[in-house]
């Protein structure tokens, strides 16, 4: 190995302090943020409080924290469509939060979750936590900053209660509920109240809408029903109260309104007949029969009145009155006089009572020659007869149309009334089943039954059918067809009840009885009755997903992939454990979640889930152990170290090594006055140098020749 003169030879102490330098580039800590596995995305509820887990470590140093360390700290709120919000900042010591909002921990211990107190639906948005930490020299030492998502739910707002339609005998009716403020949105349950309770299920209910269709009423239907507007953090209440009425009500309402028209008319006709009479006797009043004989002697004095030559009064004025008297002229010769007889003369003229009203109109001669005063009947006692008349008249009219309405509407052959169970009919699991179905009608010859079967959630108009009777035969059909029957074949005599055996839950919904009999139309002859199929919970399946480490936060879950009604979930842990602190541990009844937080190692332990509905329940168990992660980190500090101090104690021996294998090999240098024996003289040729190599090796020399160099300080010339 040949070196060049003049190169430095390299540095043992270089090559220390270049190790330990790289080595020390790896040691400057950086500050990270973390958030719970899963705890990415939190809800809370309206009202309450929530915090929002995150800590700081600085990698690779131990977790606990140092008085070099300056963070600064801030908070923020995103929310879409607003500008950025600063809700908390700590800086220099100080901490500066907007109302409701306030950190967990001290900031020492490196925690810098972040609470919110009454919270608000506004308050739903992305919270990012920034943090940068600075040493004594203030010399920025690293960011980082992480992200929570938070959405604050409302329970549902007090709903309002209505109802739709007509609430008679035999029509349909609609409830509707609707609450005006709900996050998620509200789902709405519909029931009745004692003495008949009763819970709907679709079709009938609408639990997106809050409607309530009830088809077919009767009088028993009649009562207080409650809607229940639910979400998963809350629910309220609305009642509206429905009462049926009865098909003769409804006629008498017809029959009273059709009797008062007609107690009108009459009313009318009456009183036009009494005007006619009136007007007829007046004109009677005011004639005189021309036959009329005069009487002998006038009972008062009358200078206009004449007598005709036959010996009749032809015509008779009552206007002396309004004249003033005449002195009687003598009579003129050869004129008649009449003279009085003695029976005119005994007998006085007779005397009108005095009245206030208006002068007599007319007179009318009697056979006995007195003139008798005709007026209109006007006494009290005549016109309350005439009342209490038309008040009798108007009374019969409107009873008779009373009657009439109710013949009419409630005669026979007009409507079809189906009958069945108004509470849900809840059966286990491969249990027979019998749907009780009623109906009043008389059957003809175009009678027909139909039962269909409606999954839950789907509407009227999906239903599928099961089986079908008509013109005496009986047609299964469906996949129910080889478990479904009827109670009665056939059923003609009233009762269509539906047996349906081995249940299983795919039965779970709703059945439909429909029953018609043409021409009875009146109502639609339909039933309907809410089964459900009663599963025990299967065995649940227990897992867990987080950090399991001091500080951190696990989710635990639970689910069972059987069970009718839905199974509610339930966790406790086993065996004595101190009292955990106010908010570590969330449960969810519903979806089977335990939510952990804040673990220590008091938080390890065996935990057991119990899923439980009417039919039974079932369990899992789960182990849960904390460490800490603090050992972790000393443990692979040290390790770390020890594989440092290794390498540079490696580097070290083979730099050492080298030098003395260097030392032990001898050394060969050339003056400038030597000459070697392969060196080419100089003014020779390459080629020429080449021909000599060539004729050397052809000619033999001896050992000795072939070691023998030759030295001299003159140059050769060929």
């Not at 032809?314 to 029976?343: D, H, M, N, Q, W």
């Not at 005994?346 to 007195?370: E, I, N, V, Y």
């Not at 400038?672 to 080419?680: F, Q, V, W």
């Amino acid at each position: 190995m040949i070196i060049p003169a003049g190169i430095p030879e390299p540095n043992l102490l270089r090559v220390l302090f270049l190790g330990l330098s790289t080595l020390a580039s790896f040691s400057l800590a950086q500050p990270e943020l973390h958030v719970p596995a899963g705890l990415n995305k939190l809800e809370a509820v309206e009202g309450e409080e929530v915090v929002l887990p995150v800590w700081y470590t600085m990698t690779p140093e131990q977790s606990s924290s140092h008085p070099w360390e300056e963070p600064l700290l801030f908070w923020y709120l995103e929310q879409e469509g607003k500008e950025l919000n600063q809700v908390l900042s700590y800086f220099n010591g100080a901490v500066s939060n907007k109302p409701r909002v306030s950190l967990v921990h001290s900031i020492t211990t490196r925690n810098v979750s972040l609470r919110l107190e009454a919270l608000q639906e506004e308050d739903s948005g992305t919270y990012r936590c920034s943090i940068n930490v600075q040493d004594g020299g203030s010399t920025a030492m690293g960011h980082s900053s992480k992200s929570i998502e938070l959405k604050v739910l409302v329970p549902p707002a007090p709903p309002s209660c209505s109802f739709q339609g007509a609430p008679y005998v035999g029509t349909n009716v609609t409830l509707n509920c609707k609450s005006p403020r709900s996050k998620p949105t509200a789902q709405y349950q519909w029931e009745k109240l004692a003495p008949s309770a009763q819970v709907f299920f679709g079709p009938t209910l609408d639990a997106v809408r809050g409607s309530l269709k009830l088809t077919n009423i009767s009088t028993s239907m009649s009562g207080v029903y409650v809607c229940k507007a639910q979400n998963r953090v809350g629910f309220s209440k609305c009642n509206v109260t429905l009462e049926v009425m009865t098909g003769s009500k409804a006629a008498v309402v017809v029959g009273a309104v059709v009797g008062t028209l007609v107690g009108l008319v009459l009313l009318a006709g009456l009183v036009l007949l009494y005007q006619r009479r009136t007007k007829t006797l007046e004109e009677l009043a005011n004639d005189i029969k021309e036959d009329a004989i005069a009487p002998r002697t006038l009972p008062w004095t009358k200078g206009s009145d004449t007598i005709s030559k036959n010996g009749t009064l032809s015509s008779v004025s009552s206007a002396r009155a309004l004249r003033p008297p005449k002195t009687a002229a003598p009579p003129r010769p050869g004129t008649f006089t009449p003279t009085p007889s003695i029976s005119s003369q005994a007998l006085s003229s007779p005397r009108l009572p005095r009245t206030d009203g208006p002068p007599p109109q007319a007179h009318k001669a009697l056979p006995l020659g007195f003139p008798i005063l005709f007026r209109p009947p006007t006494n009290r006692r005549q016109d309350q007869e005439t009342v209490v008349t038309m008040a009798w008249a108007l009374v019969g009219a409107f009873l008779c149309g009373s009657l009439l309405g109710f013949v009419c509407l409630s005669g026979p052959g007009l409507a079809v009334e189906v009958t069945v169970p108004t509470e849900p009919l809840s059966m286990p699991k491969g249990k027979t089943a019998e749907l009780s179905c009623r109906y009043s009608t008389s059957v003809g010859d175009n009678f027909a039954l139909e039962w269909s079967f409606v999954q839950p959630g789907k509407p009227i108009s999906a239903s599928l059918p099961i089986l079908y009777f008509t013109n005496d035969h009986l047609y299964p059909t469906g996949s129910k067809a080889d478990r479904a029957s009827l109670l009665h074949n056939p059923p003609t005599g009233g009762v269509a009840t539906l047996k349906l055996t081995d249940l299983r839950p795919s039965d779970t919904g709703t059945y439909l009885c429909n029953v018609n009999n043409p021409p009875d139309f009146y109502t639609n002859g339909l039933g309907l009755i809410n089964l459900t199929v009663l599963v025990a919970p299967s065995e649940p399946e227990c897992s867990h997903s987080g950090q399991t480490l001091v500080g951190g936060s696990v989710a635990l879950k639970c689910s069972s992939s059987e069970g009718a009604p839905k199974p509610v979930y339930n966790w406790v842990r086993l065996g004595s454990f101190p009292t955990p602190p106010p908010g570590s541990m969330v449960q969810d009844e519903v979806s089977g979640k335990l939510i952990l937080t804040n673990l220590s190692l008091t938080s390890s332990g065996t935990y057991r889930c119990v899923a439980s509905n009417q039919r039974g329940s079932a369990s899992c168990e789960l182990d849960l152990s904390v460490t800490d992660s603090s050992e972790g980190r000393v443990a692979g500090t040290l390790i770390g170290v020890l594989l440092g101090v290794l390498l540079l104690s490696v580097a070290a021996f083979c730099l050492i090594r080298f030098q003395k294998e260097r030392k032990k090999e001898p050394k060969e240098t050339y003056r400038g006055s030597d000459l070697r024996e392969d060196a080419t003289a100089p003014g020779i040729s390459e080629q020429a140098s080449r021909r000599a190599d060539f004729s050397k090796g052809l000619l033999e020399k001896s050992p000795s020749a072939s070691m023998v160099t030759t030295k001299s300080k003159l140059s050769m010339v060929v």
